[in-house]
């Protein structure tokens, strides 16, 4: 996530393993603003590291179909957050991240979801993406509870979490990325993303609407 009070500088280096610590709605408010200047770790990195900043800070979206199949999935982990499920979070997080590999014929990736977030003087970590290397697949952490208070995560956050990583494996796999970095463009990338998955779970009609009676023509 950005750079704040409590976070690290979002330098990555090619292929480590990538920690996300801070609040997403910050990133969300600063995807919201429009275009904005770069990170100010922008003027540490290499030649070759600023050309992959400004073409990742260019693309603003990854093109999907719609996702209506999703819906399904998408509300399994909000209920699996409501009931503190952590099997059944990570069950229905695994199942949206294959529909989402398979549709960018990206590679798969293995999620795992926890119970309580690790935390050190740089705060809490709240997801951890480990690229593919010598491994069978990347794989996503998330937490579930929080690491103070030990409260069940708010479905949104959660969600934009677990879309952050996944924006990270795209970064890699999808775009070909050499090095992925926290970019503008990347947090639209998240938000972009999040958004389409909360719109599958609203077409997916709720049981008191199938309930319904039919109108009497």
Known sequence: MPEGPRSRPFLHSSRAHIVTRTETAVSARRASRGHLMPFAYYNRLTADQKRIYRASDAIESIALPPLPALGNDVGAIRVALLDDDTRAAQRACQRVADALTEVC???????????????????????????????????????????????????????????????????????????????????????????????????????STLNAPTPER
């Open 105 to 207: 014929r990206v590679p798969p990736l293995r999620i795992r979801v926890l119970a309580q977030r690790p935390a050190d003087d740089y705060g809490e970590l709240h997801g951890l993406y480990e690229p593919l290397e010598g491994r069978r697949r990347a794989t996503i952490s998330v937490w579930m509870r929080t690491a103070k208070k030990r409260q069940v995560v708010a479905f949104k956050s959660f969600l934009r979490t677990l879309c952050h990583e996944l924006c990270h494996h795209f970064d890699y796999e999808f775009f070909a990325f050499e090095e992925t970095f926290h970019t503008d463009g990347f947090y639209k990338r998240e938000s972009s993303l999040a958004n389409a998955l909360l719109a599958s779970e609203a077409l997916v009609p709720t049981q």
